[in-house]
């Protein structure tokens, strides 16, 4: 079992940043992968950023390729995600998940609130 906490969310101005981090319980935390995904309202949850077990693989969607970096400590069971240059249109509800093995991910956090202004 994985508990996973977001932090780091908040109210910012359009072109600002924020750095988002998941805490994650449990001894196999570098064995997984890892995943950030956003919800606004009266959307559909939708894919941001993910990275393997080691740190060396990323993917990005498109909407945030070239503003958003994900990382992570294993020393520290946290994965981060590195916001720049926000847009309104980024204003969601971000969650980290994580995937055990070759499975989907499994396990999810709270969510943290990222409100951008315009």
């Known amino acids: 079992q994985v508990q996973l906490v977001e932090s780091g969310g908040g109210l910012v101005q359009a072109g600002g940043s924020l750095r988002l981090s998941c805490a994650a319980s449990g001894r196999t935390f570098s064995s997984y992968g890892m995943g950030w995904f956003r919800q606004a309202p009266g959307k559909e949850r939708e894919f941001v950023a993910d990275?393997?077990?080691?740190?060396?693989?990323?993917d990005y969607s498109d909407s945030v390729k070239g503003r958003f970096t994900i990382s992570r400590d294993n020393t520290k069971n946290t994965v981060y995600l590195q916001m720049n240059s926000l847009k309104p249109e980024d204003t969601a509800v971000y969650y980290c998940a994580a995937v055990p093995g070759g499975g989907g991910y499994t396990y999810w956090g709270q969510g943290t609130q990222v409100t951008v202004s315009s």
């Open positions: 990275i393997n077990w080691s740190g060396s693989s990323t």
